[in-house]
């Protein structure tokens, strides 16, 4: 544990964690990448030794994105079928791997998948997160046309969660693209209204919309960034706030 958190409480108890399913490919951003997935679980590990136990919602994007299907045969439902079956398998497995590190966990999805997730409830997912359980949530919404940003901010209205982090290959909001504009700038805090406005692409226009409507704070964060999760927990600067004004 890092020594200056030793003797603080956390800012936020009750994060949901939004995590890129790219992520977990390692630098392919395809499939599952041992290294990277215990990485994460550490990541996830300090987190409840510190006290803190987030949900969790997992992208699909290391193997199949739905709605950026490339198959032109497969209708636009279907496809977000397939990536929302993707979030399944990134669940199990990094279930899986947070409860080798010692960390409690309860799957859930929200399409039925017979015996290997559990059929999302908010009432019982919020009774293990009030028990210390780490709540990962897969499928989306159940619903096809909708993103797992959406998802994310959903689920995290519905828990209670007093935080929503999105964690991303870039270490914030920025004015337009960094990776195309070297003159970029980085916002460390931006309200929900200008991001509306801008249009820029810190998560879906659903997803923002729910945050502002239902006062949800929003970080935006670099997962490439060792320890930055707590660092976001406790309070201290990381990212990007989104704020309602």
């Not at 070297?182 to 923002?208: H, N, Q």
């Not at 502002?212 to 990007?240: F, H, W, Y």
Request: hydrophobic share 40%.
């Amino acid at each position: 544990m890092p020594e200056n958190f030793c003797d603080r409480k956390p800012l936020f108890t009750r994060p949901l964690l939004k995590l890129s399913g790219e992520m977990f490919g390692g630098k392919d951003g395809y499939g599952f990448d041992r290294a990277t997935l215990e990485n994460f679980a550490g990541e996830i590990k300090t987190l409840v030794d510190h006290g803190i136990t987030p949900g969790i919602v997992i992208g699909g994007g290391n193997f199949f994105r739905g709605a950026k299907s490339s198959l032109p045969a497969v209708k636009r439902h279907r496809g977000d079928a397939i990536g929302m079956l993707a979030t399944v398998m990134n669940a199990i497995c990094f279930a899986e791997h947070l409860e080798a590190a010692g960390v409690k966990t309860a799957v859930f999805s929200a399409m039925p998948v017979g015996t290997m997730t559990r059929f999302y409830d908010i009432d019982e997912a919020c009774k293990f997160l009030d028990q210390g359980v780490v709540c990962l949530y897969s499928g989306g919404t159940g619903n096809p046309y909708f993103s797992t940003d959406s998802g994310s901010a959903l689920r995290a209205i519905e828990t209670s969660c007093d935080v929503l982090i999105k964690g991303t290959k870039v270490d914030g909001v920025y004015d337009s693209d960094p990776a195309k504009n070297p003159a970029a700038r980085r916002f460390s805090k931006i309200t929900y209204r200008e991001v509306l406005e801008r249009g820029l692409g810190v998560m879906d226009l659903v997803a923002i919309t729910l945050c502002r409507d239902n006062k949800m704070p929003l970080k935006v964060l670099s997962l490439n960034e060792p320890g930055i999760l707590l660092q976001a927990c406790m309070g201290e600067t990381a990212g990007t706030d989104v704020v309602e004004s």
